[in-house]
């Protein structure tokens, strides 16, 4: 066999010392080019408004408006993957908030009796949401899976009903305020302060090592290759400070001291002299970052991930290797209706209300994110960390141009043409990898 | 040629008996009541025109159609078989003319497509399963070298291998192969040949296939022509030329038999 010994040689080169320092490094160079986009944005920015977008304030504020979109793209990759696409998010969003926002202020306390006020309402609501949000997901997935109804017409389809079945629901009223403990998920409400912010960073810095570490531990017990010691470092540390780096800005945002001034006069207290408080991780990017773990070891590590893969690739070689792809569809949609519902939660209670509108038009947030994210239409390809930094580019863009005083029509055109651009420069780049 | 074959013990029961199978598509019969079987350690090869109905028998053995009629036996019990995963439950494994690997993924996930080996946890256990497929392509096919790159990226004969690997793999009895030299060059066809020559050794029966019937002489046992959906006949490979074969694929009958 002619060529595989030509590959062989170019393995072998490969693994010589002529390799690059990044290819070394084996650093994902689609990720990298992303950072660098992300950067970029921030840096330009930063520049056009003074310095006022690289504050610890914006940064904060940034990332907790991005967690809503973020964590449905986590879901998004999984459809796309599997050759689907999902257009109802916007309005399951709709759906699954005002489900939640109805449990907490209505049903449960007309119902069962339970005191406005009392966590378990935030508890049971969020619990039903999130089955509702299964269960609407999972018979889209029936009806695209079981029924062959292309997923582009089903949840097109959705897009109508789901909202307009969230307007039902609440009578087109704006419902609010949400209960105080669901509010803890919106963002600003809700955050660890300074010191548990240290802990969890820290926690999560040691856990990102132990990865490392089991990982290289794992090939050398195959005698796989592995990547040089120090190259192990280098991309240990990179992961490290980056962590640290991120637990340390959003802990220079400090509370304002009109705040902490309300806060203690709330308990009868002065602020003493010299008293400062961060905000420190908001609940809801401790949120993201538990969904983006628990989708990533979907992704790579169970079998389900694999056969989402495997399908998107070649749905015919899928089910000749015994996949059922029509429950596996089922499934995909459903984990989708689940996350939607998470992300209704943190998208309501961060604006401490459900109101008619909510999630309109983030079926598209979504889908972008995705495919910046290199989630590839054609399916079989994209990753979780990709769908969630396409989340915050796109969140970083909007919030930038709003600072810097964009017209609003004005914004949503460049947010589109970086969509279109995005994806072509996607394509420029998988021909030239594909060669 | 045919005077080298070691003779199969054709008195035992065969590894794999198909009785009067028919399957129909919208009003076309495409099997019609066609009966073949497969000793251990033989091979037996299917040819006929594109649509003679080959490839719909070979997908009924394979779990991938359900036949309207007719009966399946494996090792003298009758089995029923309703999907492609009923059909590796007894040990029948097909190498498809499609491959039928995901592009996107690596050798060994291909390899363990549907039947991943899993930790203690329940997760994939990826080093596992790279480390076994470097076991067995170290067998089948030693330059292959290429485990942690999509299949996409391979030839054409490395990926016949993958997919080879899978049938084998899984301590298969029974192995299906559509095509699998169509696309291959003239090193990677020979690859394959010793394969085939390698399984029967080990006793394994094998449906080949092919329309290269010099090949067919080359690597089968016995032949079974169909036409038209139809079983023409079933030969032993020493009984006839290769002219007989042609004129049973191309008229539908063997001119040796008509004459007696």
Known sequence: MSDSTSGQASSAGRSGPNRSFFSQLELDLRLLGMIGAFLLICILFNIMTGGQFLTPRNLFNLTIQTVSVAIMATGMVFIIVTRHIDLAVGSLLATCSAVMAMMQTAWLPD????????????????????????????????????????????????????????WYLTNGQTIGPLNETFQLFGGINGTLGETWSWIVGLIAAAAAVLALVSGRRSKLRHDFPVKP????????????????????ILNAYEVPSRVLERQFEARGETVPEGFTASYGLPISVLLLIAVAIVMTVVARKTRFGRYIFATGGNPDAAELSGINTRMLTVKVFALMGVLVAIAG??????????????????????????????????????????????????????????????????????????????VLIDIIYRRRVEG | ???????????????????????????????????????????????????????????????????????????????????????????????????????????????????????????????????????????LNPNFKKFSVPVSALSGGQRQSVAIARAVYFDAKIVIMDEPTAALGVHETEMVAEIIKELKAQGLGIVLISHDTREMMALCDRVSVMKNGALVGTEHVEDVTEDDILSMIILGKNPKREAA
């Open chain 1, 345 to 422: 939660l943190v998208a309501s209670s961060r604006l401490t209300f459900h109101s008619n509108d909510i999630g309109t038009l983030d079926e598209l947030r979504v889908i972008a994110a995705a495919v910046i994210g290199g989630t590839a239409l054609a399916g079989g390809v994209g990753t979780i960390y990709g769908a969630i930094l396409g989340a915050l580019i796109m969140q970083s863009l909007q919030s930038g141009m709003a600072m810097v005083g964009v017209d609003a029509p004005l914004q949503n055109i460049v947010v589109g043409s970086v969509l279109v651009a995005a």
């Open chain 1, 229 to 248: 010691i120090w190259a192990e470092f280098v991309v240990g540390g990179i992961f490290v400070a980056a962590i640290l780096g991120f637990i340390a």
């Open chain 1, 111 to 166: 119902m069962l009796g339970i005191p406005l006020g009392s966590p378990s309402l935030a508890i049971l609501a969020i619990i039903f949401g999130v089955i509702v949000g299964g269960i609407i997901g999972g018979f889209q997935g029936y009806l695209v899976g079981f029924l062959g109804i292309p997923a582009f017409i089903v949840t097109l389809g959705g897009l109508l009903v789901w909202r307009n079945v969230a």
């Open chain 2, 1 to 139: 040629m045919a005077e080298t074959k070691q003779q199969i013990d054709r008195s035992c029961t065969p590894l794999v008996a198909m009785k009067n199978i028919s399957i129909a598509f919208g009003g076309v019969q495409a099997v019609d009541d066609v009966s073949i079987d497969v000793y251990p350690g033989e091979v037996v090869g299917l040819l006929g025109h594109n649509g003679a109905g080959k490839s719909t028998l070979i997908k009924i053995l394979a779990g991938a159609y359900r036949m309207d009629s007719g009966e399946i036996w494996i090792n003298g019990e009758k089995a029923d078989i309703r999907s492609p995963a009923g059909a590796r439950d007894y040990n029948i494994e097909t190498i498809y003319q499609t491959l039928a690997l995901a592009d996107n993924l690596d050798a060994s996930a291909n390899l363990f497509l549907g039947r991943e080996i899993t930790t203690s946890l329940g997760l994939v256990d990826d080093s596992a399963m790279e480390a076994e497929t470097r076991k067995i392509m170290h067998r």
